[in-house]
């Protein structure tokens, strides 16, 4: 079964703070996605990356940097953490080609105060 | 617009009774899947579905392209299958980046 690890599972920041998620998979696919879940807005595209050193602006890109140093890794960068922020993220890759199912990982909560 | 509308938005259900959960799609579709989430808990794929039907024990998947929809069919239903269920669409043309709906959230009492 293909693996997505997030860490951390939970994190607490405060505002203005800098937080850095992070994941790893180890399904040798060359998508990885990031996604936010809200209560009543399922989950929302962040980022996204296709290919190593580089990734492409989700739906809700702003206030976020990612980074792809490698096939199996991928952050999620918060430089200024803000209170809307506060949300369960996801991690999730996918072979993109010839099989598009999604591979998801536990997800981070994280609270900004 | 939301090019993902799901309904209901949420469901009881007594124990035994069956459930339909619809997927409504904007734009043309080149695939969809339904998930499953436990109360905070993580997404499990049920259906990688880009048309036609697929079962898989007590669920039923079924994707029709030229009509942009695709419902899940759950028989029998049991407490167990409370939680949310999702679908994802990716859209035709597009570069593989999935666009989920807003989710069903279903509770089944004993």
């Known amino acids: 079964e293909a693996a997505v690890t997030q860490s951390p599972r939970s994190k607490v920041a405060v505002t203005g703070g800098k937080v850095t998620l992070s994941c790893h998979q180890t399904?040798?696919?060359?998508?990885m996605y990031w996604y936010r879940q809200d209560t009543g807005h399922g989950l929302r595209l962040i980022h996204y990356?296709?290919?190593?050193?580089?990734?492409e602006k989700g739906d809700i890109p702003d206030g976020y940097k990612a980074s792809r140093p490698s096939q199996e890794n991928f952050s999620l960068i918060l430089e200024l953490a803000s209170l809307s922020q506060t949300a369960v993220y996801f991690c999730?890759?996918?072979?993109?080609?010839?099989?598009?199912?999604?591979?998801f990982g536990h997800g981070t909560k994280l609270s900004v105060l | 617009g939301q090019q993902v509308q799901q309904s209901p938005a949420s469901l009881v259900l007594q124990e035994g009774e069956n459930a339909e959960l619809q997927c409504n799609f904007s734009?043309?579709?080149?695939?969809m899947q339904w998930f499953y989430q436990r109360p905070g808990g993580s997404l499990v794929s049920l259906f990688y579905?880009?048309?036609g039907t697929k079962q898989s024990g007590r669920l039923t998947s079924t994707t029709v392209i030229k009509e942009r929809r695709s419902s899940l069919h759950i028989s029998s239903s049991q407490t167990t299958d409370s939680g949310t269920y999702l679908c994802?669409?990716?859209?035709?043309?597009?570069?593989?980046?999935?666009?989920f709906g807003k989710g069903t959230s279903l509770v089944v009492h004993p």
């Open positions: 399904n040798n696919h060359d998508y």
């Open positions: 999730a890759s996918s072979d993109g080609i010839s099989n598009e199912r999604l591979f």
């Open positions: 990356s296709y290919v190593a050193d580089s990734t």
């Open positions: 579905n880009p048309s």
């Open positions: 734009t043309s579709l080149n695939s």
């Open positions: 994802a669409m990716e859209r035709s043309g597009g570069n593989y980046k999935p666009t």
